[in-house]
Structure formats: C-alpha cells, structure tokens
C-alpha cells in the first residue's frame, strides 16, 4: 500500500549540465501518494534526466532530491522504488521466469514469481529465453522486474514503447490496478493518448523546466484556446478570405483546405471561441456544420511548448 500523508518524491530547485547542456534547471515538483502522474516534454526536455535523477542514477549539480524523506539510494534499498527504464539490457542467457523469480527473490518485499508473471501479462512466455522475445515482450518483461515487489512508488521511462495496440491496452489495466492498490505511478510517456487517458496529473518539462502541472483538463485550460470548425459553402455566396478568419477575434491558428468542388473546410484555434463565432455571422459568412470543440492534449501541448519556444526566442533576442 501507499504511504497515506506526505511527499512520495520531491525535487528542490534541481540542476544538472552535461557540458553546454542544461539538462534539468531549478526544477521544483512534489510527488503525493497515490497519483498516477505522466511526464511530457518534446525530445532534449529532460524527462529522462530527471528519471535518472529521481532513482539516483545521477547526481544533481545543486539543488535535491528526495523520496520518502530520505535519499534515492535509501528507497530503493528499502524496496519502496519499482523502475522500467529504456536504457539498460536484461540478462540473455536466461528464461523469463528464472529472471522474474531471481527479482522477486532480491526484492526485500517480493512477490511470488507466477503472481508477477500474470500481473505482466507474460505467463504465456515464461519459458522462452530472455534473448528470443520481441521488442515489446522485452518491455513487458521489463515491466514484471518493475512490479516484482510491493513498492509505493513506481518509475516507468516510455513504457509502451514497441508494444501493439492491444498489449498496450492490456499493460495500462495491469498499471491502473497498481494505482488502485494506493501505489504512485510515475511514466514519461509520447503517446499523449496515452497521458489524456490514464493519468489524473500532468507534467510538461521544456528545457529541464516544468511549465505545467495540473490534471488534463487544465492542462487543455492552460492552452487556452479552443477548435471552430465549420465549411464555406460557394453556393452560400461567402468567399473565402483568409485574411479576415486570421483577424476574428482569438484566433491564433488557422487552417483551410479546399476540396474539388469548391467547398472549404475550415479550422481555427482560438483563444475566444464565442467571440470568433459571433463575428463570422457579422461578417455574413454561413459556416456549415459548425463545431467547437476544446483542444485534445496533443495539441494543449503543442500550443504550450510552442509558445514557451517563442518566449524563449524573445528573450534572446532582446538580450543581444
């Protein structure tokens, strides 16, 4: 079970370079029991960094990290960290099941063997040597060496990655019982479906900094911003114009494609939906079928990760 009160993890004002390259700065973020919190960041955004920092694979230049009030390396030791990392092989010249048994035996509170096999989904290849599987059984044997004890606290790097449709489905039901047996998960993740679906709290790291924290839903709220959707219509006697979509009020993206028979279909990003939509009918325009939907996470976090790049490149232009 979980550890009720308190703090699971904690990183305070946590740094650390590799050479020019800022791998994590002065991030600050606290981990409570019983999240199930996803990790999202573009490529270079530090997420693996801060795995390895939280596990205490590496050492932060300043700042701390702490899980359980204590050290890394005094959690792990304890049994409480379970970890499915991408780096690092599995032994070859050994079955599954030898392997999971020898975890579940180091583990200081550890499983039977065929309860951790089940739990995996991976009984069914028990007796296959580890060097004959697949890319994603590979993850899935992975994943049974993460939940080979009774941890409170679960680590897991691009779990998914290499696993199909239906396995992958399969993995995130065995994830969400851990979650509901009080555990805290942790998963760094690129399939933002994935993150919209299973977590109930989202990260966004940019540049080793966290520039969002919050549910789904308010990670979409942060973006601010809105989808109108519609068609233009030559009958309906409204000519395109470009430019006046671009100048509605809100809009902050826009989108057109023409079919053949001369119709447009029409999609907006807009910080002002309501607005948008009352200037198109004053404009004269008729947009069929017309919809406004709230933006999905994928594209929250392509608005917020962009928008932190332009503020960025700002930034460096007025310091020049």
Known sequence: MGTGTGEVAAFRNVSKSYGRVKAVNGLDLVLRPGETVALLGPNGAGKSSSLDLLLGLREPDSGTVELFGGTPREAITAGR???????????????VRELVALACKVHPKGHAPDEVLRTAGITEIADRRVDKLSGGQEQRVRFALAVAGANDLIVLDEPTTGMDVSVRRQFWAA????????RTVLFATHYLEEADSIADRVLVLHKGRLIADGSSAEIKAKAGARRIGFELHPSDGGALDEALLRALPGTVGLDVSTRADGVHTVRIRSTDADAGVAALYKAGLYPRGLEVTTLGLEQAFLTITGEKDKDDEEAEASAR
């Open 175 to 182: 994830m969400r019982a851990q979650a509901d047996a009080g």
């Open 81 to 95: 960290v379970g970890a499915m990392l991408q780096s690092g092989g599995l032994m070859s010249d050994v079955k």
